[in-house]
C-alpha cells in the first residue's frame, strides 16, 4: 500500500478517535455554518477528518483502501493528493452552498474526499466490479452511483450529522478533477461520463425546485 495513502488513513483514525472521546474536540473541528461563516473556514477541511462513530469510519477507510489504489498506479500518490483533498474542499463548499442560511447546519465525514476517489477510479477503471456484502458481485459505477442515490436520502431524512451533500460536492470534484487530467475519456467513454453525472444532475433538480 501506498504511504500517502496510509498517512490518510491513520490521520482520519487518529482524529477521529480523539473526538469519539473530546465532545469538545468534536465541536470545535465540525463543519458548522455558523462558525465558518464567523471566519472559521479550516473547518472546511477539518469535519473531513471526523466521524460519528466507529462504523461510519470503517466504512469509510474500507471504502478510500479499496478504491485509493485504482488512483495510485494511474497517477501518483501527489495527484491521489489532489483529487483527495480536491473533493474533501469542493464537497465542504457544495455543503455550504445548499445550507448557508442554516446557520445550525453542522455535518462530518471524509465521505465527501473519499465519494470524489470512487468516481475518480469508476472513470479510469469502468469494468471494475464490487462484492457487495462480500458475496454479490456489481458494477462499480453502480455502486457509486447508488451511494449518492442513498445521499439524496440522508439529505431529505436528517437524521444525522453525516454529510451527505459533501457526498455530492466531493463525487463532483473527482469527477471534474479526472476529467481535466484525462479529457480524451469524454469521448472515449462517453457512457460512464454521461452515467456518473445522473445523480448530481438528479440532486440540483432537487434543490432547484425546492424537494429536498
Not at 454479490?136 to 437524521?159: D, N, T
Amino acid at each position: 500500500m501506498d504511504i500517502i495513502l496510509i498517512v490518510i488513513i491513520i490521520l482520519n483514525v487518529i482524529i477521529s478517535f480523539k473526538a469519539f472521546d473530546d465532545q469538545m474536540f468534536f465541536n470545535k473541528y465540525k463543519f458548522q455554518i455558523g462558525s465558518i461563516k464567523a471566519g472559521e473556514q479550516i473547518r472546511m477541511v477539518t469535519s473531513g477528518f471526523l466521524h460519528v462513530d466507529i462504523p461510519h469510519l470503517v466504512f469509510n477507510m474500507f471504502t478510500l483502501y479499496f478504491f485509493a489504489p485504482i488512483i495510485i498506479s494511474q497517477f501518483g500518490g501527489i495527484s491521489f493528493l489532489y483529487i483527495y483533498f480536491g473533493s474533501l474542499i469542493s464537497g465542504s463548499l457544495l455543503t455550504y452552498f445548499f445550507h448557508n442560511k442554516d446557520s445550525y447546519y453542522t455535518a462530518v465525514g471524509a465521505s465527501g474526499a473519499v465519494m470524489g476517489i470512487i468516481y475518480s477510479s469508476i472513470l479510469l477503471k469502468p469494468g471494475m466490479e464490487l462484492l457487495l456484502f462480500y458475496v454479490i458481485p456489481i458494477p462499480g459505477y453502480l455502486f457509486g452511483i447508488g451511494y449518492l442515490l442513498y445521499s439524496i436520502y440522508g439529505m431529505k431524512a436528517k437524521r444525522d450529522n453525516i454529510g451527505h451533500t459533501a457526498h455530492f460536492g466531493g463525487a463532483i470534484g473527482g469527477y471534474l478533477i479526472t476529467l481535466s487530467k484525462e479529457p480524451h475519456m469524454i469521448f472515449d467513454n462517453t457512457l460512464m461520463v454521461v452515467l456518473l453525472a445522473i445523480p448530481i444532475l438528479v440532486l440540483f433538480y432537487l434543490f432547484k425546485t425546492n424537494k429536498l
